[in-house]
Structures are given as structure tokens and as C-alpha cells.
């Protein structure tokens, strides 16, 4: 949480022309969004997993999923309003509401072993894809890259967007943690009861409020950065 606070407020920085950045082809940035995504729904599907070990029913779980997914429209309205012509789509939330629903909907007996494989599966789908819609299959690429099946993520190229969270390949990420987790609760699960250290324990409210938190954290810092530039005369 805190390392995508610092990206999106260098992100911000650039937005405005305080700090312009090549945010969408500089190596240095796009793997640093990777990461963060990955981290992200690798806890995510880490949560999964104790969730159902712990027998969360779906009146609980359709409860946070249409948090979820409120806020994935909350997103898209916002971005349109900034970006209409680059508006986030299918965005980070936009995935984890359809990643959720998917790994809930297959859960139902399935080990460490099958989700892992299951997470290699997904990551290599989008490869293959672009392969063929490049090759092959090219008369097919026009279809895989309209925003109607786009966000599948089997496409030859990718969309001009400012977010962009497909299934594919996420849902591998996503299946790694609930992997993970899996093994976890077999094999130690003592390491998921460990206490958080002292000096770490503010930065555990964050993941206990990660949606707000994600959904609050870039007006605020838009609303500082335009606020310090009106102090100062600065205009973006």
C-alpha cells in the first residue's frame, strides 16, 4: 500500500508537468506497476484461501464482492471524468471482481498443488494468444483487442487505457497466492498466527482497509498537489 502511494504520487508529479515522466514505456516505472499488481492479488488470493479454510459463506463473500465491484464503478466514473478518452475499463478492480468470483466458484475441494498449476496455466494462456494473434490467427486479433473481449488479456497488443488488469494473466498471480496459501495452512500454518512486529502495526490498518484506502488515497493526493500549486502559483 504504501509503495503504490508513492507511485501513484510520482504518477501525479508527472500528471501535472511537475515531474514528467514516461509512465507508460519507461522499463523503471511499468515494472514497478507490475510488482505492485502482483503483490496485490497475490495477498488477495493469500486471503482467499484462509477465507475458505475458515468456511466464509457467500452471503459474507457477496457482500465484499459488491464492495468490490461498487468501487471498480467508482473508478471508471472518476477516470472518465479525467481521462475520457484513456478511462480505466477494467482496471485492478474491474479484475479482482471477476478473478473473486471465478477462484470462489472452482474452490470447492481443489489443493497447493492444482491452483499453482492451474496460476501457470494462466500466466502462459496470454503468451500463446499473442503469439497466434500475431501470426496464425492474426484475422482474429481485432476481436480479441476490442474493449468487448479485451479484458480477457488474450490479445495481440495492448489497450490504450490508463489502467489495464485483465483476467489473464492476473488470474495466475491471483491462484499463486491462494496456492500459497493452501500450502500455508497444511504446512505452517503457525506462520499466518504470528503476530505483526510493534513498529509495523500502523501500516496493518491499511490492509484491513485496503478498498477505502485504494479508492481515497489518489483524489487526496490530487487534491494536495493542486492545492500546493495553487499556494505556490504553479499551474499544471
Not at 57 to 78: E, M, P, T
Not at 162 to 186: H, M, N, Q, S
Not at 201 to 213: K, M, N
Amino acid at each position: 500500500m504504501v509503495w503504490m502511494t508513492v507511485f501513484h504520487l510520482c504518477f501525479d508529479l508527472s500528471h501535472f508537468g511537475y515531474w514528467p515522466q514516461n509512465f507508460r514505456a519507461d522499463p523503471f516505472w511499468t515494472g514497478q506497476r507490475t510488482a505492485i499488481v502482483s503483490m496485490f492479488l497475490f495477498c488477495a488470493g493469500l486471503g482467499q484461501a484462509i477465507a475458505l479454510y475458515q468456511g466464509q459463506g457467500w452471503r459474507r463473500f457477496g457482500r465484499r464482492w459488491g464492495q468490490i465491484a461498487a468501487g471498480a464503478l467508482l473508478v471508471s466514473a472518476g477516470s472518465y471524468a479525467m481521462f475520457p478518452q484513456s478511462f480505466i475499463y477494467f482496471g485492478v478492480l474491474h479484475g479482482m471482481a471477476v478473478m473473486l468470483l471465478l477462484t470462489r466458484c472452482l474452490a470447492a475441494g481443489q489443493g497447493a498443488l492444482w491452483w499453482a498449476l492451474a496460476g501457470g496455466v494462466a500466466i502462459a494462456l496470454p503468451v500463446v494468444a499473442q503469439h497466434l494473434l500475431t501470426g496464425a490467427l492474426s484475422e482474429w486479433a481485432a476481436l480479441f483487442n476490442a474493449r468487448t473481449l479485451n479484458w480477457l488479456g488474450l490479445v495481440s497488443r495492448k489497450p490504450y487505457t490508463e489502467d489495464y488488469v485483465p483476467v489473464l494473466p492476473w488470474l495466475g498471480v491471483l491462484w499463486w497466492g491462494v496456492a500459497c496459501g493452501c500450502w500455508l495452512l497444511l504446512h505452517r500454518p503457525s506462520w499466518l498466527r504470528m503476530a505483526v512486529p510493534a513498529l509495523l502495526r500502523p501500516l496493518a490498518v491499511l490492509g484491513r482497509w485496503s478498498l477505502v484506502y485504494y479508492l481515497l488515497h489518489q483524489p487526496i493526493l490530487m487534491g494536495v498537489l493542486l492545492a500546493w500549486g495553487a499556494w505556490w502559483g504553479v499551474t499544471p
